[in-house]
């Protein structure tokens, strides 16, 4: 009984200062690795540098853009061309249309053709399939956030809701151009089968 008290004694002795210099060990291999990661962070490699360079590059140049986009537009024109040259109105040579951005990143966006037919109805439950063609074909609107990339000119609108239901999630890029009070957006459109450019210009109101 001696023999095994002293052994269980002995054991419960070995095991408490075991796991006093386990926890100790792992203090140290914490303290260790904090002490590293803050190294880096405190001092970025080159590639690092570069990489934070270009961004806040890239957000200076955006705030000199973006208050030229903030408020609201009017639509001028309308125009697309296929790649043959050809030139086509799709809502219309009067087209209509309001392009809004807002300074928190969100923007929204219509185009109407004026001369879309009125349904003989106004029910618009109650209405033909050709007068909901026509009046489809006649109109697009959707809403989102934007980005802007000021070294290649572009602007992407994230789509968040749509007329066109495959637009939702999309993100469209236009090229953009501004000269005085108007701005020129244009893009890829898929019209008939046929990938079309489309350019808009756009008169900023007061």
């Known amino acids: 009984m001696r023999k095994s008290r002293c052994c269980w004694t002995r054991a419960g002795r070995v095991n408490s200062e075991g796991v006093v210099v386990r926890q100790s060990y792992c203090l140290l291999i914490s303290l260790v690795v904090l002490f590293a990661c803050g190294?880096?962070?405190?001092?970025?490699?080159?590639?690092?540098?570069?990489?934070?360079?270009?961004?806040?590059?890239?957000?200076?140049m955006s705030r000199e853009v973006i208050p030229k986009l903030v408020g609201s537009w009017k639509l001028i024109s309308f125009h697309s061309h296929d790649p043959s040259g050809q030139i086509a109105y799709p809502f219309g040579k009067d087209a209509q249309g309001r392009l809004i951005y807002e300074p928190n990143g969100r923007m929204a966006v219509q185009l109407m053709n004026p001369n879309r037919p009125a349904f003989a109805s106004d029910?618009?439950?109650?209405t033909s399939e050709a007068e909901v063609r026509a009046a489809f074909g006649g109109y697009t609107a959707y809403y989102g956030?934007?980005?802007?990339?000021?070294?290649?000119?572009?602007?992407?609108?994230?789509?968040?809701?749509?007329?066109?239901?495959?637009?939702?999630g999309a993100h469209q890029q236009r090229l953009f151009e501004f000269d005085g009070k108007y701005l020129t957006l244009k893009g890829p459109l898929l019209l008939g089968g046929v990938q079309w450019v489309v350019s808009l210009v756009w008169e900023h109101l007061p």
């Open 145 to 168: 956030t934007y980005s802007v990339n000021p070294d290649d000119h572009t602007i992407v609108h994230h789509i968040e809701a749509a007329l066109l239901p495959n637009w939702v």
């Open 123 to 126: 029910d618009p439950l109650v």
């Open 39 to 60: 190294c880096a962070g405190i001092n970025p490699g080159p590639g690092d540098r570069k990489a934070d360079a270009a961004e806040e590059r890239i957000h200076s």
